[in-house]
Nanobody
Framework: QVQLVESGGGLVQAGGSLKLSCAAS????????MGWFRQAPGKERESVAA????????AYRDSVKDRFTISRDNTLNTVYLQMDSLKPEDTAVYYC???????????????????WGQGTQVTVSS
């Protein structure tokens, strides 16, 4: 059974940091593009960051550039999202996703991933 399980969410004050992890199981995802998404109450799910299978290509939405860093460890089948300088508007449920195998260049317009996690809550207080 293929699963993506996010962890690392929580409550943090504005300006603080969190590191999210997404552990994949059921098969190897070493050739898949991995993405992080978020959805705030009453809003549509939006792409936050993406990383190619080789880690050579990454992409971020404008509002998180220079604050968030996506990375992956293919030996652990895990993708990470380091979030620094958090703002209240970053509050959302964060999801990881896997798909688009062998893609060389990624972007944040990719939404049709094959696999999705259940999400982890991130709350940033002002």
């Amino acid at each position: 059974q293929v699963q993506l399980v996010e962890s690392g969410g929580g409550l943090v004050q504005a300006g603080g940091s969190l590191k999210l992890s997404c552990a994949a199981s059921g098969r190897t995802f070493s050739r898949d593009t991995m993405g992080w998404f978020r959805q705030a109450p009453g809003k549509e799910r939006e792409s936050v960051a993406a990383i190619s299978w080789s880690s050579r290509s990454t992409a971020y939405r404008d509002s998180v550039k220079d604050r968030f860093t996506i990375s992956r460890d293919n030996t652990l089948n895990t993708v990470y999202l380091q979030m620094d300088s958090l703002k209240p508007e970053d509050t959302a449920v964060y999801y990881c996703a896997a798909g688009y195998p062998n893609l060389v260049v990624v972007n944040t317009r990719l939404y049709k991933y094959d696999y999705w996690g259940q999400g982890t809550q991130v709350t940033v207080s002002s």
